[in-house]
């Protein structure tokens, strides 16, 4: 359990984030589940957020455990899982901080979590702490997000979603680019009827990869030696960095 606290994914960004997600597509829910039964052993998601992979992963009788930093997500998380008779192992930490002694045979990150990582010191903390976690042969499995899935820069961008007792959560977006970092500003409104009953401002940052070689450099430095850069979401073809998502398989 980690003391420190996450100013992000709050709590409306959560319901938010509910509301547009509510299941993995399906082609991704796929990949990533063949892995999970490819790997035989113990599997870990980091960054697991409301448990869209994880929860149903346990539902279908796979083993799956997982950690979030924002404890919004887990909340959220923990009463999906009880709402389906689950009890999930997920605790609450961030990446530079897992303390698992556990060694898995699978770690995966999927919808481009992993670039919420942003310092390089901490991509690298991360990706060791990753790399000691696994099993000998196991596999490190995350998504990148590229330039082509970053929204129209320097302008507001309005989504809405009904809950179910008829609110509505509004979230304006602005979005700028800059050295491979995407800015976003978030600010949400919880609207009943004409009144706005609660409002949230959030900046997220997400680094963006447009190519391969910085970050097979710092694999390649934690000790991975098999790494693959394969196209979202068919392990068996190359990956395309025009595509918006790329997938990394790293082999320990």
């Not at 597509?25 to 063949?34: H, I, P, V």
């Not at 997500?73 to 009880?82: D, G, N, S, V, W």
């Not at 596999?139 to 990148?144: C, D, K, S, V």
């Not at 989504?159 to 970092?181: A, G, H, V």
């Amino acid at each position: 359990m980690s003391n420190k606290k996450l100013n992000t994914y709050m709590n409306l960004c959560t319901e938010a984030y509910e509301l547009s997600k509510p299941k993995p597509e399906t082609l991704e829910y796929e990949f990533y589940k063949a892995y999970v039964l490819e790997a035989k052993g113990k599997v870990l998601e980091p960054m697991c957020g409301t448990g869209g992979f994880l929860l149903p992963f346990l539902a279908e009788g796979l083993e799956v455990e997982g950690f979030d930093a924002s404890e919004h997500m887990l909340a959220k998380l923990f009463k999906k899982a009880e709402a389906q008779n689950l009890k999930p192992n997920v605790w609450h930490s961030f990446n530079e901080d897992l303390e698992s002694k556990a060694q898995y045979n699978l770690i995966y990150i999927p919808a481009g979590s992993f670039c919420l990582i942003t310092e390089t010191d901490k991509i690298k903390k991360s990706l060791q702490i990753f790399y000691e976690s696994l099993s000998n042969e196991g596999i490190l499995l995350f998504a990148l997000d590229t330039s082509a899935a970053v929204p129209e820069l320097n302008k507001w961008h309005e989504s809405e979603w009904i809950k179910q007792d008829n609110r509505i959560i509004c979230l304006n977006r602005f979005s700028t680019l800059n050295d491979n970092i995407c800015k976003v500003i978030c600010k949400y409104e919880l609207i009943d009827g004409a009144q706005v009953i609660n409002s949230e401002e959030e900046e997220i940052n997400m680094r963006i990869y447009d190519n391969p070689d910085t970050l097979t450099e710092t694999l390649r430095g934690v000790g991975f030696r098999h790494i693959r850069f394969v196209k979202a979401f068919n392990k068996n073809e190359m990956a395309d960095f025009n595509d918006e998502t790329v997938i990394v398989e790293c082999k320990k």
